[in-house]
T-cell receptor, first 114, second 113 residues
Framework: NAGVMQNPRHLVRRRGQEARLRCSPM?????VYWYRQLPEEGLKFMVY????????ESGMPKERFSAEFPKEGPSILRIQQVVRGDSAAYFC????????????FGPGTRLTVT | DQQVKQNSPSLSVQEGRISILNCDYT??????FLWYKKYPAEGPTFLIS?????DKNEDGRFTVFLNKSAKHLSLHIVPSQPGDSAVYFC????????????FGKGTKLTVNP
């Protein structure tokens, strides 16, 4: 049973470009969480999705960030017009139940904005 | 406003001794606490958890203690091994809503041979 997959593992973007981060949950998991880790910080919640629905986006910046989890295919975290402050590690976690104690993390995507 | 705090950024212990990592929280609505271990360039790996209705949970070399009145939990690793060297994150969640995890900033544990 493959774990949570994230790609790309590393992504370099120039300021103003768009970044697309993908997350394939574990088989049978229909709940996806996105977290961001800034340097020297803990992980911070961004958004929680179930298939085709955004359940909680209270941690998402109001502008430039969006997320989706379509019926088919991976969950996508999209950052438009990236700025240097978006440089961080972005982690996806999937869950079979949506319970806080059952989240399994992917290896993360390290975004660098130059 | 940090709801989960790990006040020690780093900890160094000798192989074979006990490692004690501490975590404090402020939100009394939290009902589940978890410890994750993280190596560089990898995602967090679940280590051990404890429900708020318990005060201790043990799994092999790892034990987590919860003191609800003090809003404090600790992770004990006995005996410590060099492979335990990693960053350890304390996290909390509460029922209802999205059950998102709230993380501390982490403690870097170094176990010296």
């Amino acid at each position: 049973n493959a774990g949570v997959m994230q790609n790309p593992r590393h992504l370099v973007r120039r300021r103003g470009q768009e970044a697309r981060l993908r997350c394939s949950p574990m088989k049978g998991h229909s709940h996806v969480y996105w977290y961001r880790q800034l340097p020297e910080e803990g992980l911070k919640f961004m958004v929680y999705l179930q298939k085709e629905n955004i359940i909680d986006e209270s941690g998402m910046p109001k502008e430039r960030f969006s997320a989706e989890f379509p019926k088919e295919g991976p969950s996508i975290l999209r950052i438009q017009q990236v700025v240097r402050g978006d440089s961080a590690a972005y982690f996806c976690a999937s869950s079979p139940t949506g319970k806080g104690y059952e989240q399994y993390f992917g290896p993360g995507t390290r975004l660098t904005v130059t | 406003d940090q709801q989960v705090k790990q006040n020690s950024p780093s900890l160094s212990v000798q192989e074979g001794r006990i490692s004690i990592l501490n975590c404090d929280y402020t939100n009394s609505m939290f009902d589940y606490f978890l410890w994750y271990k993280k190596y560089p360039a990898e995602g967090p790996t679940f280590l051990i958890s404890i429900s708020s209705i318990k005060d201790k949970n043990e799994d092999g070399r790892f034990t987590v203690f919860l003191n609800k009145s003090a809003k404090h939990l600790s992770l004990h690793i006995v005996p410590s091994q060099p492979g335990d060297s990693a960053v350890y994150f304390c996290a909390a969640s509460y029922q209802g809503g999205s059950e998102k995890l709230v993380f501390g900033k982490g403690t870097k544990l170094t176990v010296n041979p």
